[in-house]
């Protein structure tokens, strides 16, 4: 939540920088339709997951060839005496575009996290009395119809110990930190991936299927993606690149020599994709690839 404020607050606070800056700088004559189309590029961003899954500079040409389009029809000089201005509008729908991007994208993290312990608190809980209790009557009438047996047990708990109290804590807080960061892992895929690439979840592992890549540039691939889950996650990965046909023929054998990646840890302290056995399927047949 502390990085989500952080990157809410500099957003207004660009925005009232930028709506403000002519009267700050006379000198700076930004065109006035440049303004609404910062605005609508920030909405756009905050409002559509489509945009936010697409490479960051083939949205911004897209926006950038919607700002040349209106400065032509708007009848701006569009030349290089005006490069100054340009540049600078330029800039300003630019810095719109990241920074909205970086509030929407922490957003999505922040409703992932929260759906993700709501269910778990639902699959936990017991409902209560009034819920339940048509279906209690039901087994009632039930049992004494057809004369059948039906025991009531109740349970009374006492008062929770520190011990039981930190252990669920650190249980839940192990659950969502997975889910974190594979829903971070899996955000950083769609930006470092190609389209037809294929990328699933087996267990606490990613297993990505990459069509026309060769083991060379599926390592310079994962060496990428490893940067950048080490640069925005501070999280240690590691990796493993099966040419098909050389390295492995069948889906089980890659799973298998996923199974093997769990005795190649880092620190205890320090969550790393690995699976657990019974999360891998059994049921992958030998001709799946």
């Known amino acids: 939540m502390k990085t989500h404020r952080i990157w809410t607050i500099t957003t207004l606070c660009w925005f009232f920088a930028l709506f403000n800056v002519e009267r700050i700088f006379p000198q700076v004559d930004i065109a006035s339709f440049v303004y609404g189309l910062s605005t609508l590029i920030g909405v756009s961003m905050l409002a559509s997951p489509f945009l936010r899954r697409q490479r960051f500079g083939l949205v911004a040409a897209g926006f950038a060839v919607i700002w040349i389009v209106g400065k032509c029809v708007l009848g701006y000089a569009v030349d290089l005496s005006a490069l100054p201005i340009a540049l600078t509008e330029v800039c300003a729908m630019i810095t719109?575009?990241?920074?909205?991007?970086?509030?929407?994208?922490?957003?999505?993290?922040?409703?992932?996290?929260?759906?993700?312990?709501?269910?778990?608190?639902?699959?936990?809980?017991?409902?209560?009395?009034?819920?339940?209790?048509?279906?209690?009557?039901?087994?009632?009438r039930r049992a004494r119809r057809h004369e059948r047996p039906l025991t009531f047990a109740c349970l009374t708990p006492g008062k929770v110990t520190s011990d039981a109290l930190a252990g669920l804590v650190k249980e839940?807080?192990?659950?969502?930190?997975?889910?974190?960061?594979?829903g971070g892992i899996s955000r950083i895929l769609r930006m470092e991936t190609k389209s037809h690439d294929l990328a699933v979840r087996v267990g606490d592992q990613i297993l990505m299927l990459l069509p026309e890549t060769d083991a060379g540039q599926g390592k310079a691939m994962c060496r990428r993606i490893q940067s950048t889950v080490a640069e925005k996650l501070q999280i240690p990965m590691t990796t493993e690149v099966f040419a098909f046909g050389t390295d492995e023929l069948t889906l089980s054998g890659v799973l298998d020599r996923m199974r093997k990646l769990e005795n190649r840890a880092f620190d205890s302290e320090v969550f790393e994709l690995q699976p657990s056995k019974h999360d891998v399927p059994k049921t992958a047949t030998a001709n799946a690839f």
């Open 96 to 140: 719109s575009q990241y920074l909205c991007l970086k509030v929407a994208q922490n957003t999505d993290e922040f409703v992932l996290t929260s759906t993700q312990m709501l269910e778990i608190l639902k699959a936990t809980s017991v409902p209560f009395i009034q819920v339940s209790e048509f279906a209690l009557l039901d087994e009632i």
């Open 172 to 182: 839940l807080t192990d659950s969502l930190s997975k889910e974190y960061i594979v």
